[in-house]
């Protein structure tokens, strides 16, 4: 699967290949981690999230990872497909705030 | 199909006008938030109602005014824009935790946007 250590921009992912989206976070203290997905011309929309007392979360196809130790998060996609080509941002929310703080979004091309 | 509706999708306006952006949810939500996309950027707080009332103001400009008028609405009336103020409007909502703490995250759900051009 395709997969980076560090946040990058753009990631370009083989059709049926796995894919890994790394995060890291500002605050140690957040607690509530989101991750959504923006296709062109639509809004953000809502994929997976996970509170600050786990470390794994699994959906449909998709898992979250959070790594409290190093402040970092990532989402895997498994058997990546065309429709999962879009910019991926994920989110932080500090316990005593309404505000949710963006990272700057990892684009995913997926090849066919 | 999203279930928090923004209307219009596309505006156009100039600098002297006056314009509302709308937004509409009926999924029970009491926060709801106006959010500025720039393209290829992350979503930018603008403004968070609670129970419909004003939480949080990101220090935007006074050109910019949100009105909450019931638990399902929520407006943003623009006056004198600037040019770049051109941007993807975002409207979303949630769930108001109910217990200890309000604030306990919940995910917001985002409408598609309001594209305004300021001529």
């Known amino acids: 699967g395709e997969s980076v250590g560090l946040h990058l921009p753009t990631l370009s992912v083989q059709e049926g290949d796995n894919s890994i989206i790394n995060c890291a976070y500002s605050n140690s203290a957040s607690d509530y981690f989101i991750w959504y997905k923006q296709e062109s011309g639509k809004g953000p929309q809502f994929i997976i999230d996970?509170?600050?007392?786990?470390d794994k979360r699994q959906g449909q196809r998709v898992t979250v990872l959070l790594n409290k130790t190093v402040k970092h998060l990532s989402l895997q996609i498994a058997a990546t497909q065309p429709g999962d080509s879009a910019v991926y941002f994920c989110?932080?929310?500090?316990?005593?705030?309404?505000?949710?703080?963006f990272g700057a979004g990892t684009t995913v091309t997926v090849r066919a | 199909d999203t279930e928090v509706t923004q209307t219009p999708k596309h505006l156009v306006m100039g600098m002297t006008n006056k314009k509302s952006l709308k937004c509409e949810q009926h999924m029970g939500h009491r926060a709801m938030y106006w959010y500025k996309q720039k393209a290829k950027k992350p979503p930018e707080l603008m403004f968070v109602?609670?129970?419909?009332?004003?939480?949080i103001n990101e220090s935007v400009p006074s050109r910019f005014s949100p009105e909450c008028p019931n638990s399902s609405l929520l407006n943003l009336h623009l006056h004198a824009l600037q040019p770049e103020d051109s941007a993807l409007y975002l409207c979303?909502?949630?769930?108001?935790?109910?217990?200890?703490?309000?604030?306990?995250?919940?995910?917001?759900?985002f409408g598609d946007g309001t594209r305004l051009s300021i001529l």
């Open positions: 979303a909502s949630s769930q108001v935790f109910s217990g200890r703490n309000p604030r306990r995250g919940q995910p917001q759900h």
């Open positions: 996970i509170r600050s007392n786990m």
């Open positions: 109602y609670s129970y419909e009332k004003l939480s």
């Open positions: 989110a932080e929310k500090h316990p005593d705030d309404y505000k949710l703080s």
